[in-house]
């Protein structure tokens, strides 16, 4: 099992630009997040989806926008990036909410 | 308002020293803390403490839930270079749909 996977690993962007990224998971869980992490803020949560055709604003949801595609996939896309989306972002998923969410690998994305 | 705090914020130790982190908490309506540990890349689960567990241990790693104090304790045991990394403490609360995070101890491990 790969667990939870996300692409891509690195990403530069000029202000502006759109992108999406990608995040999935194969241990068969209902809920999925998104975080950003920013030096000495934490994780902060930007969406999640408690189930496959359900997502919900978390605490920093502007600019951002999500899409739960299917119960596997959960994707988050910039439509115009700004220098204050450049971060960490995480991916998480959970059996259901509320659990242990187990975390991706990261996409460190920055925008000039 | 939600809060987790951690501390110390950061942690210089030899090997072999044993190291205490701590976690505070305010919440309403307390379900569950829950330890990880974030190396370069993921967070890694480490240890969920809730009212009916409030002790767990595996291998060199402990950790302590105290409800009356509100708060949480992660040992190390005779620590190694491996144990260096970010450890961030998150709670989470009965009807909340995500973890609150507090800003991580980072811990360095010098051999």
């Known amino acids: 099992n790969a667990g939870v996977t996300q692409t891509p690993k690195f990403q530069v962007l000029k202000t502006g630009q759109s992108m999406t990224l990608q995040c999935a998971q194969d241990m068969n869980h209902n809920s999925m997040y998104w975080y950003r992490q920013d030096p000495g803020m934490g994780l902060r949560l930007i969406y999640y989806s408690a189930s496959e055709g359900t997502t919900d604003k978390g605490e920093v949801p502007n600019g951002y926008n999500v899409s739960r595609l299917n119960k596997r996939e959960f994707s988050l896309r910039l439509e115009s990036a700004a220098p204050s989306q450049t971060s960490v972002y995480f991916c998480?998923?959970?059996?259901?909410?509320?659990?242990?969410?187990?975390f991706g690998p990261g996409t460190r994305l920055l925008v000039l | 308002e939600d809060k987790v705090v951690q501390s110390p914020l950061s942690l210089v130790v030899h090997e072999g020293d044993t190291v205490t982190l701590n976690c505070s908490y305010e919440?309403?309506?307390?379900?569950?803390l829950l330890w990880y540990k974030q190396e370069k890349k993921a967070p890694t689960f480490l240890f969920m403490l809730?009212?009916?567990?409030i002790e767990k241990k595996s291998g060199r790693l402990s950790s302590i839930l105290d409800k009356k104090e509100l708060s949480s304790i992660l040992n190390i045991t005779a620590t190694q270079t491996g144990d260096s990394a970010i450890y961030l403490c998150?709670?989470?609360?009965?009807?909340?749909?995500?973890?609150?995070f507090g800003t991580g101890t980072r811990l360095t491990v010098i051999p």
């Open positions: 998150a709670v989470n609360h009965s009807g909340a749909n995500n973890l609150f």
């Open positions: 919440v309403t309506n307390f379900r569950s």
């Open positions: 998480a998923s959970s059996r259901t909410l509320g659990e242990t969410q187990y």
């Open positions: 809730t009212s009916s567990g």
